[in-house]
């Protein structure tokens, strides 16, 4: 027998609490569209009380997307419900309030400060509260795997009589291992009397580097939705990735009793794209499913066997989850079949910009004699998928020897000017970006920096990755792509110098998690 599993997307909520990924409305409405093209279950927007951005986010998400529920997080707190309330009003009949409250015995007796039975009367009445705004309301007792089996089977049965439908039991600092965290859920569906009355859910972080294999040993004893993030972003070691559960679960779905899901897995590798450019979190190489290598065949005698058959070595289709190569790129293309080309790439682009690429393309093709998605990908993302801009480059002259100079021309976007200046460095990328600073007014700090090649042969585009400390110790993560480094490094400098000042613009949020909670 087959049965669904619902994937619930935390991406734009856990997934953007990872330092460095914050994004601003704008790049969370570009992220939350893909995950709806991705076919998503349930969209976690936000966390409406923690900030006004977060605020904005979510209500964008809830008056635009189509599709899936869209999700807002709220403690068991009166204000926090209300304003999540607030904020998804525009979803109608798909918002879904997600309340939370700690009940392992740690959190309760040095976070929250509260017995067994405040914890219990909280839970009730946070979820009663939800209620009165929306049908649709999830429960997480938070660090539910450490909290004691007994307590929590009585809390989760509290919280299905309050009206919760859905039941989340996260793993909130990684500990569980696999055949634990199963027992943990039969030993709710056995001991819990109304438990047939909610969906069991599951949220694994992935400290111990288990959310995955938790998340699915979570499905086989009874779990119903999964939460998890694309590229598996997320707190400290992050969340279950999508694209991992999900492509395990087709794949193998002889071990797994045939559950499916609805995605669409061909907008797997889009999405972990976009969302990998929009915070700046490089995927790891040999990352599963979505890693540059993860279908790339280096060994000889691993190519001979996948031109032979290509099961011999591949379990998966690159097809299957997005990944294209075939070379129909070139410079007879006209703007027609690119449009189709890039609509098949999960893009979304205005004719305007079609155009614009289809020239690039053509100009590319002149420098490069095979044009691959991944030289599309990264001229489309440098360019249209950014949203945050306020210093642009216009111009940049290097000349290296025994002085290196460089000379920058900046544009200001929202005061429509241009400003130039030249400075010497180190080297060539230090003279660029001191001069980027010099003309700016603001001094940032490259903690770390690290290029890779996005696409294949010596005239191979570079993707430049910077992490930049700017005043207060902020760190800020920028990305960049183009076929010369030293531009490269410029345009991730000012990525990071973009981003940082979009933050700076907007209310600081808190991190009400670790917070104690206001009396009643
Ligand atoms: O990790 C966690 O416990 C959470 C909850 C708010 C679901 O993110
Ligand atoms: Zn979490």
Same mark, same amino acid.
């Given at each position: 027998?087959?049965?669904?599993?619902?994937?619930?997307?935390?991406?734009?909520?856990?997934?953007?609490?990872?330092?460095?990924?914050?994004?601003?409305?704008?790049?969370?409405?570009?992220?939350?569209?893909?995950?709806?093209?991705?076919?998503?279950?349930?969209?976690?927007?936000?966390?409406?009380?923690?900030?006004?951005?977060?605020?904005?986010?979510?209500?964008?998400?809830?008056?635009?997307?189509?599709?899936? #529920?869209?999700?807002? $997080?709220?403690?068991?707190? +009166?204000?926090?419900?209300? *304003? &999540?309330? =607030?904020?998804?009003?525009? /979803?109608?009949?798909?918002?879904?309030?997600?309340?939370?409250?700690?009940?392992?015995?740690?959190? #309760?007796?040095?976070? $929250?400060?509260?017995?067994? +039975?405040?914890?219990?009367? *909280? &839970?009730? =009445?946070?979820?009663?509260? /939800?209620?009165?705004?929306?049908?649709?309301?999830?429960?997480?007792?938070?660090?539910?795997?450490?909290?004691?089996?007994?307590?929590?089977?009585?809390?989760?049965?509290?919280?299905?009589? &309050?009206? =919760?439908?859905?039941?989340?039991?996260?793993?909130?600092?990684?500990?569980?291992?696999?055949?634990?965290?199963?027992?943990?859920?039969?030993?709710?569906?056995?001991?819990?009397?109304?438990?047939?009355?909610?969906?069991?859910?599951?949220?694994?972080?992935?400290?111990?580097?288990?959310?995955?294999?938790?998340?699915?040993?979570?499905?086989?004893?009874?779990?119903?939705?999964?939460?998890?993030?694309?590229?598996?972003?997320?707190?400290?070691?992050?969340?279950?990735?999508?694209?991992?559960?999900?492509?395990?679960?087709?794949?193998?779905?002889?071990?797994?009793?045939?559950?499916?899901?609805?995605?669409?897995?061909?907008?797997?590798?889009?999405?972990?794209?976009?969302?990998?450019?929009?915070?700046?979190?490089?995927?790891?190489?040999?990352?599963?499913?979505?890693?540059?290598?993860?279908?790339?065949?280096?060994?000889?005698?691993?190519?001979?066997?996948?031109?032979?058959?290509?099961?011999?070595?591949?379990?998966?289709?690159?097809?299957?989850?997005?990944?294209?190569?075939?070379?129909?790129?070139?410079?007879?293309?006209?703007?027609?079949?690119?449009?189709?080309?890039?609509?098949?790439?999960?893009?979304?682009?205005?004719?305007?910009?079609?155009?614009?690429?289809?020239?690039?393309?053509?100009?590319?093709?002149?420098?490069?004699?095979?044009?691959?998605?991944?030289?599309?990908?990264?001229?489309?993302?440098?360019?249209?998928?950014?949203?945050?801009?306020?210093?642009?480059?216009?111009?940049?002259?290097?000349?290296?020897?025994?002085?290196?100079?460089?000379?920058?021309?900046?544009?200001?976007?929202?005061?429509?000017?241009?400003?130039?200046?030249?400075?010497?460095?180190?080297?060539?990328?230090?003279?660029?970006?001191?001069?980027?600073?010099?003309?700016?007014?603001?001094?940032?700090?490259?903690?770390?920096?690290?290029?890779?090649?996005?696409?294949?042969?010596?005239?191979?585009?570079?993707?430049?990755?910077?992490?930049?400390?700017?005043?207060?110790?902020?760190?800020?993560?920028?990305?960049?792509?183009?076929?010369?480094?030293?531009?490269?490094?410029?345009?991730?400098?000012?990525?990071?110098?973009?981003?940082?000042?979009?933050?700076?613009?907007?209310?600081?949020?808190?991190?009400?998690?670790?917070?104690?909670?206001?009396?009643?």
């Amino acid at each position: 027998m087959s049965e669904r599993v619902l994937i619930f997307d935390t991406t734009l909520r856990d997934g953007e609490q990872c330092p460095g990924a914050s994004m601003n409305t704008r790049e969370k409405l570009e992220v939350a569209r893909q995950l709806a093209r991705l076919r998503v279950d349930i969209i976690e927007a936000g966390f409406p009380v923690a900030s006004e951005g977060d605020f904005e986010a979510v209500r964008a998400i809830a008056s635009e997307i189509r599709g899936p #529920r869209i999700a807002a $997080l709220a403690r068991c707190v +009166d204000a926090d419900i209300d *304003r &999540a309330a =607030a904020a998804l009003e525009p /979803a109608g009949d798909r918002a879904r309030i997600h309340v939370f409250l700690a009940t392992s015995a740690i959190h #309760r007796q040095f976070k $929250l400060k509260m017995a067994q +039975d405040e914890i219990l009367r *909280r &839970a009730v =009445a946070g979820i009663q509260r /939800a209620r009165q705004y929306v049908s649709d309301v999830e429960f997480s007792p938070e660090d539910a795997s450490r909290t004691e089996p007994e307590f929590l089977a009585q809390v989760v049965q509290a919280a299905i009589e &309050a009206g =919760a439908g859905t039941i989340n039991i996260p793993d909130t600092v990684g500990y569980a291992v696999p055949h634990e965290f199963g027992e943990l859920i039969r030993y709710l569906k056995e001991h819990v009397p109304n438990i047939a009355r909610a969906v069991i859910s599951v949220h694994c972080h992935n400290d111990l580097g288990l959310a995955v294999a938790n998340s699915l040993a979570a499905i086989q004893n009874g779990a119903r939705q999964v939460e998890c993030t694309i590229n598996g972003i997320g707190e400290r070691a992050g969340n279950a990735s999508l694209e991992e559960i999900v492509m395990a679960l087709r794949t193998r779905k002889d071990a797994f009793g045939g559950f499916y899901t609805e995605i669409d897995t061909r907008q797997i590798y889009p999405t972990s794209r976009l969302v990998s450019h929009l915070t700046g979190m490089v995927v790891q190489r040999n990352k599963a499913i979505v890693g540059d290598n993860a279908f790339a065949h280096e060994a000889g005698i691993h190519q001979h066997g996948v031109l032979a058959h290509r099961e011999t070595y591949e379990i998966m289709r690159a097809e299957d989850v997005g990944r294209t190569s075939e070379l129909t790129w070139g410079k007879h293309m006209g703007h027609h079949a690119v449009a189709r080309k890039l609509e098949e790439m999960g893009y979304k682009l205005s004719e305007a910009e079609v155009r614009k690429v289809t020239e690039q393309i053509k100009a590319l093709a002149d420098k490069k004699k095979a044009i691959y998605d991944e030289d599309v990908r990264a001229l489309v993302e440098g360019q249209f998928i950014e949203v945050t801009r306020v210093w642009t480059l216009d111009y940049l002259g290097v000349m290296t020897g025994a002085i290196p100079t460089a000379t920058v021309r900046l544009r200001r976007v929202d005061e429509e000017t241009v400003r130039a200046d030249a400075g010497t460095g180190d080297g060539p990328i230090d003279a660029a970006l001191k001069t980027i600073d010099r003309i700016t007014g603001i001094r940032g700090h490259l903690v770390d920096y690290s290029v890779t090649s996005v696409t294949r042969g010596k005239d191979a585009i570079g993707e430049v990755s910077v992490r930049v400390e700017f005043e207060g110790g902020k760190i800020v993560t920028g990305k960049a792509t183009s076929t010369d480094i030293i531009e490269a490094s410029a345009l991730a400098y000012l990525n990071a110098l973009n981003r940082y000042l979009d933050q700076q613009q907007r209310a600081p949020q808190r991190d009400l998690r670790a917070e104690p909670l206001p009396a009643v």
